[in-house]
């Protein structure tokens, strides 16, 4: 999924690409918190919040395509 987030990015759909990626860091941070065995709260809040501001970002873009 990020390969497809960054590729449309790249191809000028700024928008869909960001959403997308925000999705697949925020999945990612989740499925590597859950595997993990010694867990800081940090580790899987710091990230999520990460891919949340760039989800409203993507969202909130005046101009993109």
Known sequence: ?????TGLA???RVRAG?????LASGSYTYMKY???GMKRRIELFLPLGIACG???VAVTLPHAR
């Open 1 to 5: 999924m990020v390969i497809i987030g």
């Open 10 to 12: 790249i191809a000028d």
């Open 18 to 22: 960001g959403v997308i990626l925000a």
């Open 34 to 36: 859950k595997r993990v």
């Open 54 to 56: 760039l989800l409203v």
